[in-house]
């Protein structure tokens, strides 16, 4: 048997954001760490251009080598989207799926009527006419990466970033631009992501409103699933705080295994 653990990393960072999560994988899996499209500096995307979640997950099926017999998933936010929708795919022997707080905008706009106040009033304040972090004509641009990363952060996180970071970021904004298009119109209806495979889903304790309802979501159309809440962690808790994610991803392959 030919097993493979694909990493899918985020938006806005990139294949390390797994170093310190590779070794939860069990002796006999392959270890996958692509970057995303658009990540590789010969393959950055040039503003104007478009590009769609089924781009990506195109790009990580042909990371997995001819014979795999089975495919774990191990993904956070946007990845967490790309890792849903490989899912649902024929054709690749998905065997499980551990995902952080994956992001499905799109499938929680359709839920409007029934959202909870704090997360109608988020999402209002994300895609609001006004300042909508889907207009083309901001998009990618020094403040619309500054309210992208201080949304999943906290407020003066991108101002406080060394400057080489910042510029590591701006070369990849466009890409930022467009998975956030992707995750905010393209994800299909809850119902649609129901996977008979063991299914891990985690979120932080303190993360923003539609994620915490987003996982809620997918909990309620994946009842198997195993549902786990970190304490004292954000949206961003892969990158601050190991330790409790990587007994997260230990406890996902200990019941994959059993």
Same mark, same amino acid.
């Given at each position: 048997?030919? *097993?493979?653990?694909?990493?899918?990393?985020? &938006?806005?960072? +990139?294949?390390? #954001?797994?170093?310190?999560?590779?070794?939860?994988?069990?002796?006999? %899996? &392959?270890?996958?760490?692509?970057?995303?499209?658009?990540?590789?500096?010969? $393959?950055?995307?040039?503003? =104007?251009?478009?590009?769609? %979640?089924? $781009?990506?997950?195109?790009?990580?099926?042909?990371? %997995?080598? *001819? +014979?795999?017999? =089975?495919?774990?998933?191990?993904?956070?936010?946007?990845? =967490?989207?790309?890792?849903?929708?490989?899912?649902?795919?024929? +054709?690749?022997?998905?065997?499980s799926l551990w995902v952080y707080e994956p992001v499905l905008f799109g499938a929680l706009r359709a839920e409007a009527d029934r959202l909870p106040p704090d997360t109608l009033a988020d999402v209002e304040a994300l895609y609001g006419a006004e300042h909508s972090m889907l207009d083309e004509t901001r998009g990618g641009e020094e403040a619309w990466v500054e309210r992208f990363i201080d949304y999943w952060n906290q407020p003066g996180v991108w101002q406080a970033m060394p400057e080489?970071?910042?510029? #590591? &970021?701006?070369? @990849?904004?466009?890409?930022?631009?467009?998975? @956030?298009?992707?995750?905010?119109?393209?994800?299909?209806?809850?119902?649609?992501?129901?996977?008979?495979?063991?299914?891990?889903?985690?979120?932080?304790? &303190?993360?923003?409103?539609?994620?915490? $309802?987003?996982?809620?979501?997918?909990? *309620?159309?994946?009842?198997?699933?195993? @549902?786990?809440?970190? $304490? =004292?962690? +954000?949206?961003?808790?892969?990158?601050?705080?190991?330790?409790?994610?990587?007994?997260?991803?230990?406890?996902?392959?200990?019941?994959?295994?059993?």
């Open positions: 048997m030919s *097993e493979v653990a694909l990493f899918i990393h985020s &938006t806005a960072t +990139g294949p390390f #954001m797994w170093r310190p999560y590779l070794d939860t994988a069990p002796e006999g %899996v &392959t270890r996958l760490t692509p970057a995303n499209r658009g990540y590789a500096p010969d $393959d950055l995307l040039p503003r =104007g251009s478009r590009f769609s %979640v089924h $781009d990506d997950v195109a790009h990580l099926k042909a990371h %997995v080598p *001819e +014979g795999t017999t =089975g495919v774990h998933l191990v993904a956070h936010s946007y990845g =967490g989207f790309a890792a849903l929708t490989l899912a649902r795919q024929a +054709g690749l022997p998905v065997r080489k970071v910042k510029a #590591m &970021t701006r070369a @990849v904004s466009w890409k930022m631009f467009r998975e @956030v298009c992707s995750v905010s119109q393209e994800p299909l209806p809850f119902e649609q992501y129901a996977l008979d495979i063991p299914l891990t889903l985690v979120r932080g304790a &303190t993360t923003r409103p539609p994620t915490r $309802d987003m996982i809620q979501r997918l909990a *309620e159309v994946n009842p198997h699933a195993e @549902v786990e809440t970190l $304490d =004292g962690l +954000g949206h961003m808790g892969l990158m601050s705080s190991p330790e409790p994610v990587a007994a997260s991803l230990r406890r996902h392959w200990a019941r994959v295994r059993a």
